[in-house]
């Protein structure tokens, strides 16, 4: 079964850093955009952040812009997710989430195929 496997969570004070990772298992992730996704308790599901496949299109929601920083290594069949200045609202659990697409990418998650199981973010001091 492909998967994929998130990492790098945990508690931070807030102003801290975090950075999260997600790799797959028995897929490799060149030819898919891929997505982070977190989800508070009581609220829906949001897009965090997404990278293309190829093109270098990212995507970031207006929360985060200029404190997270998505990247992709082929190389290693990773994505990461580069969180700094983290704030309580980013308490939340974080998901990757992988689409296959030729260009771009977007935050409709019910256009991506394959999905971690999450990693547990919390800020707190």
């Known amino acids: 079964q492909l998967q994929l496997v998130e990492s790098g969570g945990g508690l931070v004070q807030p102003g801290g850093s975090l950075r999260l990772s997600c790799t797959a298992s028995r897929f490799t992730l060149d030819y898919y955009a891929i997505g982070w996704f977190r989800q508070a308790p009581g609220k829906e599901r949001e897009g965090v952040s997404c990278?293309?496949?190829?093109?270098?299109?990212?995507y970031y929601a207006d929360s985060v812009k200029g404190r997270f920083t998505i990247s992709r290594d082929n190389a290693k069949n990773t994505v990461y997710l580069q969180m700094n200045s983290l704030r309580p609202e980013d308490t939340a659990i974080y998901y990757c989430a992988a689409e296959l697409r030729v260009r771009g990418c977007g935050f409709l998650s019910s256009g991506y195929d394959y999905w971690g199981q999450g990693t547990q973010v919390t800020v707190s001091s």
């Open positions: 990278v293309s496949r190829s093109d270098g299109t990212t």
